[in-house]
């Protein structure tokens, strides 16, 4: 078993159900163990990066409330989809309508937002009212060649209330509406992987990912040639257990036990 | 072209977006020489059923509306995806959770609502907040096999200050984020134009469709091996003349052009 986890350099953590349960009056609750892993993570030597899909905040805010927590982690430390997508808004000249948690915005602020021709869409929660959707809705569908990026296509996630419509089901209903395809600038996009490895100067192969999503961190680890590990915490359901397309190198409980079984090797 | 409307004996009619353009302060505006054309079918001997998928509203409510609008239509005349699905409740002891529109909640009245067991999806309009969509999402995903019946399929419809999402966005999004797939009762469902045929004792190709929906009004009435005639009113665009799929028998740009031609032959 321990061979498995041989040449690993560094290790790259999901953030939303590994690290913490989101949601409630604190903004979330941290998960048994998860912060003295993180420790002991950068205690080992071994490289670690935090790649998230969430987009209800910006990233100083979101590591702020981390760090109330008591996890160590910095805002260069975070991969996420905003920073991804103003990249590929400035590349391709792209003006988007933002349907988006406000938390998100100023991430945005230095992008040209008039008279868009693509919209962007993130995790924007009860700001997924009728009148917002279908505002995006018509901008698209107004549009001869449209463009929708999606900030992840994630279906639910876990807060500490319960589950959670995610990103995707929302772009899901935008793509059938105006029957266009979405380009994912988040987990599972190769793009998002890759630009975390480069990061780190690690390859896929000397690397692991930890994360509660099979699809997102799972499936989409894997296929960019590193190895994943599915924890028990989070949005987890046994029938992940049973997917038909992807499976994990591991299971663990929480990323305590994860990092355990990775640092034994070492 | 005459002879393609031989042996008609029987039309069916789609409502909004063919009598009248829905929305705004008094409920929508009647299209113009849609009511005449209504009174010469009925003048004609032709046998007449309405085709709505429209779910906002109970058929009364309805009926009263398009009558205030100058149309000669009565309750009986009314094929509409509610009381299908009550049907559908009924037949498989189904208690449903639901996710309608405020106005169309009396057809469900008599229908056991306790411990919900699926999922009725209607256009709910202002009511597909987050929350609302949320909390559907959580009973269908807490069903040890999800049961989601949605009152169509449609994409997005015409109001008077501009197109807006329908029903089949938001079904998308709960079939993606529960991994089923949703069980149609309005139009484009075969079971629902042939109820309508049976009502009007007339077999399918002595029947002619006429509707602004290219592929739920005129493609699931040809694949019940009826014509179908599409008008440039309503949802109508440009580009579904190019359709990959879908092609009508004719286009009009009106209803009163669709009854004019039917009738020419009789």
């Given at each position: ?6 040449g690993t350099r560094a ?78 808004l400035r590349e391709r ?174």
């Amino acid at each position: 078993m321990a061979a498995r986890w041989r040449g690993t350099r560094a290790l790259l953590l999901d953030v939303s159900g590994v690290l913490y349960d989101s949601g409630g009056e604190g903004g979330g609750v941290p998960i048994a163990g998860s912060a003295e892993a993180v420790r002991k993570i950068k205690a080992s030597g071994l490289k670690l990066r935090f790649c998230t899909n969430e987009t209800q905040a910006t990233r100083e805010k979101f590591v702020k409330k981390l760090q109330g927590f008591g996890f160590d982690i910095s805002v260069d430390e975070v991969t996420a989809p905003a920073p991804a997508a103003c990249r590929v808004l400035r590349e391709r000249s792209l003006r988007p309508h933002l349907l988006v948690h406000d938390d998100v915005m100023p991430e945005f602020a230095e992008i040209d937002k008039t008279n868009p021709n693509c919209v962007v869409i993130g995790d924007a929660a009860d700001n997924f009212t009728y009148a917002n959707l279908n505002e995006a809705f018509r901008v698209l569908i107004g549009l001869e060649n449209p463009v929708l990026i999606s900030l992840g296509r994630g279906r639910y996630y876990k807060e500490t209330d319960g589950l959670k419509l995610d990103v995707g089901a929302y772009m899901k209903a935008l793509e059938y509406a105006c029957d266009v395809q979405a380009e994912i600038v988040g987990k599972p996009a190769k793009m998002f992987f890759e630009s975390a490895l480069a990061e780190l100067g690690v390859e896929p192969h000397q690397a692991v990912m930890v994360g509660d999503d099979i699809v997102n961190d799972v499936g989409g680890a894997q296929q960019c040639g590193m190895r994943a590990v599915q924890v028990r915490t989070g949005k987890y359901r046994p029938s992940d257990e049973k997917h038909p397309q992807v499976k994990p190198d591991a299971y663990v409980d929480n990323l305590a036990e994860a990092v355990e079984l990775i640092l034994r090797q070492l």
